[in-house]
């Protein structure tokens, strides 16, 4: 089986990751399988922008409120974020 490619879009608040995320996604989705994991401080608010806009189907989008910094919230078991 493929490795799965992963790709990180990072970047200071209003820079466009989201805008760059939803462009990618309707690009990209009729010749990938495709997902998204999009991880806020407070709210799951990227990954509702992402559903209201369709840029896959919402089963495809998973918001995580990480309570911090996304980069402290990286951890080994990726299991504990869902």
Known sequence: ???PLRVGIGGPVGSGK??????LCKRLRDKYNIAVVTN???TKEDAEFLTRNEA???D???G???G???HTAIREDA????
């Open 1 to 3: 089986m493929k490795e």
């Open 18 to 23: 989201t805008a760059l995320t939803l462009a």
């Open 40 to 42: 806020d401080i407070y």
């Open 56 to 58: 896959l189907s919402a």
């Open 60 to 62: 495809r989008i998973i």
């Open 64 to 66: 995580v409120e990480t």
């Open 68 to 70: 911090g910094c996304p």
């Open 79 to 82: 299991s504990m974020n869902l």
